[in-house]
């Protein structure tokens, strides 16, 4: 059965700093993989998606993430992080029908 | 504007009391699915439509109901609705077939059932 597994609950890092928040998922074919942001309150908004070809994917706000068949990972970075950024994000792995989220990992950002 | 849009946004009901959260999506997408979202369990979803008439069990599907008689219109039943269903449901849309479509979600539905 496929499952995404996003191993941290909460990241705190301080405005300007690196970003990388992890995501490995379980699927048996090739996945189709999202990272989705929601802010206080709101419902989900799309960061990227990756489907086919380069492993390197751009998205918006600065985001950027890098499948990794052989890790089964699909990690989401951003080299500066700004203080809008804090918010929860969620990895996803979809395949023909359904969709599956991880728990979601918490973003603080420090001054 | 491009939009999916849930009714009610907050709901307190007691145990019992059938109620419907209505979904409605105006970007003639075909697929549409419910979430519910639970602290520490992420986003898990309900049902989903892959177009009129069509519609599937996600991984929670126990005490929901839902129908697709329209393409713009997705809505979720609880028949008898339990303290357990307490949570914050979303309704999305995509274009085609969800899985390798990017969702558009709603704003969201919390429900507190007493």
């Known amino acids: 059965a496929q499952s995404v597994t996003q191993p941290d609950i909460h990241i705190t890092v301080s405005e300007g700093a690196s970003l990388e928040l992890r995501c490995n998922y379980s699927?048996?074919?090739?996945?189709?993989l999202f990272w989705y942001v929601q802010s206080p309150g709101q419902g989900l908004q799309l960061l990227l998606k990756?489907?086919?070809?380069?492993?390197l994917v751009q998205g918006i706000k600065g985001f950027e993430a890098e499948f990794k068949r052989s890790q089964s990972s699909f990690n989401l970075r951003k080299p500066s992080v700004h203080w809008s950024d804090a918010a929860e994000y969620f990895c996803?792995?979809?395949?023909?029908?359904?969709?599956?989220f991880g728990a979601g990992t918490r973003l603080t950002v420090k001054p | 504007e491009a939009q999916v849009t849930q009714n009610p946004r907050y709901l307190i009901t007691v145990t019992g009391k059938k109620l419907t959260v209505t979904c409605s999506q105006n970007?003639?997408?075909?697929?549409m699915s419910w979430y519910r979202q639970d602290p520490g369990l992420g986003l898990r979803q309900i049902y989903y439509?892959?177009?009129?008439?069509?519609?599937d069990k996600g991984d929670v599907p126990e005490g929901y109901k839902v129908s697709r008689k329209e393409k713009r219109n997705f809505p979720l039943i609880l028949e008898s609705p339990s303290p357990n269903q307490t949570s914050l449901y979303f309704c999305?849309?995509?274009?085609?077939?969800?899985?390798?479509?990017?969702?558009?979600f709603g704003d969201g539905t919390r429900l507190s059932i007493l």
């Open positions: 996803a792995v979809g395949s023909r029908g359904d969709m599956r």
């Open positions: 999305a849309s995509s274009l085609k077939q969800g899985g390798n479509q990017p969702q558009h």
């Open positions: 970007m003639n997408h075909e697929y």
């Open positions: 699927y048996g074919a090739t996945p189709y």
């Open positions: 439509s892959m177009n009129v008439e069509v519609t």
């Open positions: 990756y489907f086919s070809g380069d492993t």
